[in-house]
T-cell receptor, first 116, second 110 residues
């Protein structure tokens, strides 16, 4: 299994809703990431988990809350989002995340989120 | 903070023509990665360059990493319609954070 699976593929939510995005990989990768991508823009890093611990939070608003229940799963909990948060949310994984280990990222197909 | 500039922003070619996209970093990179994103798709990892002056080839794609490890290029020989998409470079600096360039959108006229 060489892929990252994200659900749902599409999500429409109101500004008062609570929803969660899910990501799963079974490649034994020890680093997992959340990226946000707006149309015609590059992916922007939100969070990095390394060995199930949050290692980087790119000053993301608290309405986005990541969770890593185990080494294969990554969630992104959403609450009280704004319309400007509408974007493609990409999950990725890699074999490791240290200064001496660098690997390419495997991205999931993303969740296209619309906040109304 | 670390910045990775990528040019051109767009490139339209006739099928069979060559294509090159360039990346420049404001700081020395520990490595650089290249990704391809098809329209409506997600980024797909192509390659990673680590060594100063490194050159790697994948069929019609040639990747280079500059001697100073601050610039890189991707060259596609004899483009095909299947090459259509946005090509991103992503540089890793001393804080090992991966910073994406803005990407080059390649369109190919058959």
């Amino acid at each position: 299994d060489t892929e990252v699976t994200q659900t749902p593929k599409h999500l429409v939510m109101g500004m008062t809703n609570k929803k969660s995005l899910k990501c799963e990989q079974h490649m034994g990768h020890r680093a997992m990431y959340w990226y946000k991508q707006k149309a015609k823009k590059p992916p922007e890093l939100m969070f990095v988990y390394s060995y199930e611990k949050l290692s980087i939070n790119e000053s993301v608003p608290s309405r986005f809350s990541p969770e890593c229940p185990n080494s294969s799963l990554l969630n992104l909990h959403l609450h009280a989002l704004q319309p400007e948060d509408s974007a493609l949310y990409l999950c990725a994984s890699s074999q490791g995340e240290t200064a001496s280990i660098n690997y390419g990222y495997t991205f999931g197909s993303g969740t296209r989120l619309t906040v109304v | 903070g670390q910045q990775v500039m990528q040019i051109p922003q767009y490139q339209h070619v006739q099928e069979g023509e060559d294509f090159t996209t360039y990346c420049n970093s404001s700081t020395t990179l520990s490595n650089i990665q290249w990704y391809k994103q098809r329209p409506g798709g997600h980024p797909v990892f192509l390659i990673q360059l680590v060594k100063s002056g490194e050159v790697k080839k994948q069929k019609r794609l040639t990747f280079q990493f500059g001697e100073a490890k601050k610039n890189s290029s991707l060259h596609i020989t004899a483009t095909q319609t299947t090459d259509v998409g946005t090509y991103f470079c992503a540089g890793r600096g001393s804080n090992y954070k991966l910073t994406f360039g803005k990407g080059t959108l390649l369109t190919v006229n058959p």
